[in-house]
């Protein structure tokens, strides 16, 4: 990887974009330091329509895809290149290059000789992630036997692929920028799932990141020794023991003490706030945590401060307003404990309808005193207390 100019590299891309002969894709992800992007990731590429060339424009903001098809020349892409994106990935039928724009904004370049073939069909389904006759969908009932998929666990499979396609950008993003160290052999990446249940998206976690040559050690953690039972013996009879294990613990008396990624999805309440400072404390260096229910600030919400009250005269607005003050606190805490944090969408499970996600990755940066401030005013404000704030050690 080397150093260069980065006007320079946007003048190359530029340039190699505009070969449509030869383009592949282009992959914007990543955010720069202070700086804000449109969307979460940016692909482009060339498709045919109607025996014309033209540029699709994809962007993702968690479940949600929108496509755009420009004329060739017409495609935004050099203020695309510019508008805040911290990794550029662009392909071609000989070669890739991959940018990686650091804190200072200088520009990390590197280049590989490869062998691609342009795929420009303009309609194309959504690659699986996960093969519906993968084993480990078979044993914990996501498939039949015959590794059709269930119509029943339609919904559920679509929830572990929409996790996967959260989670794979955001690790790497964090390995890229040198949060989380690359995973070796030696020293493999190490996730937890605390109150993992039926362990669906544990052992999505750990088979995908598998395929992807990738040494994991995942850990499922959940109170219920039939889980932790169940859950082993599937890992048995998959052969993956060696990787993945379970445990009849508490989340917040878990014998764990580390682990480089957390995830907690739809845990009930302040079992969330468990999860959340469990990756603090234990200095988790990425986060996703799906809330499920929020009563412990709702019953706190006695003293409304005016004129709020007309929306929390009406229960349903009330709870909600509960649900977005619950969830403003966490971020906010974890933000002062070093961490970038982002609310994004998420598919909501079984029981719950909810679809927020906290997407956490800790940096280190120290916040604003600001921050701080702004934390200390909405407690005064609404006279409350959150649960976390009692969990965080130090």
Known sequence: MSDANLEDVFVELTEKFSDTNSLVRVVLSGRRRNMQTAHERIDLRPVLIKDSIAIQVSHSDSRQMTTKNYEVGQAPFSELMRSGYANILLEQTHQSISVRITKKGEALIHRESTEREQELSHDRSKSRLLDPSDPYLIAVGISDAQGNLKASKSDKYKQVEEFLRLLTPTLTSAIKAGHIDQPTAAKPLTIVDLGCGHAYLTFAAHQYLRSQGMPVKVIGIDVRTSARDRNNEIAQQLGISSSIEFRAEEIADTTLVSADIAIALHACDTAT??????AINSDAKLALIAP?????????????????????????????????????????IMKLRGYRVEAIEFIGGEHTPRNLMIRAVKTGAGADASEKQKYDEMLALWKVKPALATLIKG
């Open 273 to 278: 706030d468990d999860a959340i400072a469990w």
């Open 292 to 332: 499920c229910c929020h009563h412990d600030i709702q019953a706190q919400m006695n003293e409304i401060p005016q004129p709020w009250s007309i929306i929390t005269r009406n229960g349903i607005m009330k709870e909600r307003l509960g649900d977005l003050l619950t969830d403003g606190l966490r971020m906010q």
